[in-house]
């Protein structure tokens, strides 16, 4: 059983997992079918499938010890960079559709490796580079377009989001769910997860038993970068336009989920699933609160209540654990995470 909660993220993944479902139940109570449809989960899915996509790159770098602010900005930017290479090379194929998800996923990875590397190598704190690189690619992409929406999408890009469903859901959620899949296998079942872990429980540990940290570190905001870039294609796919003005609390949902989840704000510890529930919350309140003809406000309070309890919870567990023990070493973490 210790083994089975260590590997989904803990106990307080489990704790916000009971409180998604005392939500869904409330829900289900006072609006019965329309909630349950399948119309309105199809609706929860696609609204938290570009957040899921960012989100695995968020609890990586929260894992580290890190922070990101920037990633909402950094999806905006490539989103703009895929519309002009695809508006630049024309027509609606999957050829020009290629082209562009190839620059949205280099323009995110670039963004990304530049926030790592004066995170690593400069020693700025990442607060402070994430929040300048916030507004630098916010602002380029208004240069770039003159502060207005590109609509050249090709069709096979938004008509994969429209016309190719599973069960009654549009393909964009799968496509995250995969994204998910293959982040909680490199987080929890890999050397570079191992690694991510090793640095946000102590960095001066990790150096002393031979983790490159400086590279680590490059390679998990890349990573991030990658997820942006990403999150930036399937944001077009599904509204046909680039979201210049659309994403301005996207980075603090995204970073609220991941914490919500049960990922440490002082790093070392957290997992993907944990992310995926802390998610869900936010998506559920919208809906839910939409059906039963509640104000869309009283979201971001729910959610900043559950968001504070979540930290409270963390920080409280950690005063106990500190009074009961010393942490484990390094070396010892890592082995425990391969197991």
């Not at 599973?166 to 799968?174: N, T």
């Not at 609390?249 to 699933?273: C, D, H, P, Q, Y």
Request: with cysteine.
């Amino acid at each position: 059983m210790t083994g089975f909660l260590r590997r989904i993220g803990g106990m307080q993944s489990v704790w916000i997992l009971g409180v998604l479902l005392v939500i869904v139940a409330a829900f289900s109570v006072a609006a019965g079918r329309k909630f349950l449809s399948t119309s309105n989960f199809s609706l929860i899915s696609q609204n938290i499938a570009v957040w899921a996509v960012l989100g695995v790159g968020m609890t990586f770098v929260i894992i580290t010890s890190g922070i990101d602010l920037s990633i909402g900005s950094v999806l905006v930017f490539s989103s703009v960079v895929a519309a002009k290479i695809m508006d630049a090379v024309g027509g609606d194929g999957w050829s020009t559709a290629f082209l562009g998800i190839l620059g949205a996923l280099v323009s995110g990875i670039a963004w990304g490796t530049l926030n790592g590397f004066l995170i690593a190598k400069a020693k700025i704190p990442p607060l402070i580079v994430t929040l300048g690189a916030l507004s630098v690619a916010l602002g380029l992409a208004q240069v770039l377009t003159g502060g207005i929406d590109i609509r050249s999408v090709p069709e096979a890009l938004t008509d994969f989001n429209t016309y190719i469903k599973i069960a009654g859901i549009p393909a964009l959620p799968f496509v995250a769910l995969i994204v998910v899949i293959i982040g909680g296998i490199v987080l929890h079942r890999t050397r570079f997860g191992r690694y991510t872990f090793a640095v946000g429980s102590n960095e001066l540990g990790a150096r002393r038993v031979g983790i490159n940290v400086d590279r680590h570190l490059i390679y998990v905001y890349a990573l991030t970068g990658a997820c942006a870039g990403l999150g930036a294609v399937l944001a077009l796919a599904q509204f046909g336009t680039t979201t210049i003005a659309g994403q301005s609390l996207t980075n603090l949902n995204v970073i609220a989920a991941v914490v919500i989840g049960g990922t440490s704000i002082f790093g070392g510890e957290g997992s993907i699933f944990g992310t995926v529930v802390g998610l869900f919350i936010p998506a559920v309140l919208q809906a839910g609160f939409v059906i039963i003809g509640v104000e869309a406000f009283w979201q971001g309070v729910a959610v900043g209540s559950v968001l504070v309890a979540a930290v409270y919870v963390d920080q409280s567990r950690r005063a106990a654990a500190q009074r009961g023990g010393s942490r484990p070493s390094i070396l010892s973490l890592i082995k425990s995470r391969s197991a």
